[in-house]
């Protein structure tokens, strides 16, 4: 089960830039200025925008100002309205109730890292190239977008890391040579991959050679067709609450236990953001997240209770 803090606090919008076309950056800091919870690379925050108005972004690094939290937002114009939402009230002086961090995405130990961003997925990759280079682990990164004036931080990190990091911009040179990137696998070598849809699912297939856990990825959107069997009654037990349910087909057991008046904490409700994530204490879960690594599934020892189900008559959940 993935270390997560749920600590809610309200936060002061300090600074907003520009970071690049449609996309801004907002530093948030304690009223008080007093330090912030402590987080590490490839963690996201929950803006609480309003009670059913709930977003993830992901923290920028690197890790080691304590005293606020930095992140990116795409204004998404086909998205549900919390990115527009950010973009009109956000602005210094406004305050935002701020959850987490959480970390679903960490950067485990390698002897060397390909990173692979496109557009607005450079966020989460910041802090883990500050952490890399904080350690003296090799590493790459290449960072496509639509056109140069869409990447946000990219002459930043240019700047700070030189020829390590390589810009795509779609317009200029065309897509990422995935292929000559990911080449055959390296021992001891990690690849980790945030971006649209597209972009991942041509990750994967470069890297289809590559053993099971080289490759990492964030998600924006659900992964597809992740269901393994059809909906079915089951129960659940809730060993800290002494309490037996029934969950119906059709009913998430978030839904369940909310109606049964058990409080868990939860954000996306689509198995992508890790807010509901439960230990589980007995019983075979049906996974069907976009968070856990096949690893962690494989565990079964915790589960995403918005989308997740079970693969037998009974589930114990630590609630």
């Given amino acids: 089960m993935s270390e997560q803090t749920d600590v809610e606090l309200e936060l002061q919008v300090a600074g907003r830039e520009e970071l690049a076309e449609n996309v801004i950056g907002l530093r948030l800091r304690r009223p008080d200025n007093a330090p912030l919870p402590d987080w590490t690379p490839g963690a996201h925050v929950d803006l609480v925008l309003d009670d059913d108005l709930v977003r993830q972004y992901s923290l920028v690094g690197p ?16 998205g549900r309205g919390g990115s527009r939402r950010v973009f009109e009230q956000l602005h210094p002086g406004a305050t935002v109730r701020v959850r987490g961090p959480r970390n679903h995405f960490e950067l485990a130990l390698a002897n060397r890292y390909v990173f692979i961003a496109g557009g607005i997925g450079i966020t989460p990759l910041t802090g883990m190239l500050a952490e890399a280079d904080r350690t003296g682990t090799p590493w790459t990164l290449t960072y496509g977008g639509r056109t140069a ?8 990190l240019r700047a700070r890391y030189g020829e390590r990091v390589t810009l795509v911009p779609q317009d200029e040179q065309g897509l990422i040579d995935l292929a000559s990137l990911v080449g055959e696998p390296a021992e001891g070598t ?3 991959c945030c971006g649209p849809t597209p972009l991942l699912e041509a990750v994967e297939t470069a890297a289809a050679q590559w053993p099971q856990g080289a490759l990492r990825f964030e998600r924006f959107t659900p992964v597809e067709g992740i269901r393994s069997d059809p909906d079915e009654a089951f129960e659940v037990e809730l060993a800290l609450s002494d309490l037996v349910l029934t969950v119906p087909p059709g009913k998430s057991i978030l839904e369940t236990v909310a109606e049964a008046g058990i409080d868990v904490l939860s954000s996306c409700a689509e198995g992508m953001c890790g807010t509901c994530e439960t230990a589980l204490l007995a019983g075979v879960a049906d996974h069907r997240d976009s968070v856990l690594t096949q690893e962690e599934k494989d565990e079964n020892s915790s589960m995403m209770i918005c989308v997740s189900r079970a693969k037998a008559s009974r589930l114990v959940l630590e609630l």
Avoid: N, Q, T
Avoid at 63 to 78: F, H, K, Q
């Fill in 190 to 192: 990690l690849i980790y």
């Fill in 63 to 78: 890790v080691s100002d304590a005293s606020e939290w930095r992140i990116g937002v795409l204004l998404e114009a086909e």
């Fill in 149 to 156: 004036v869409s990447m946000a931080f990219a002459r930043e």
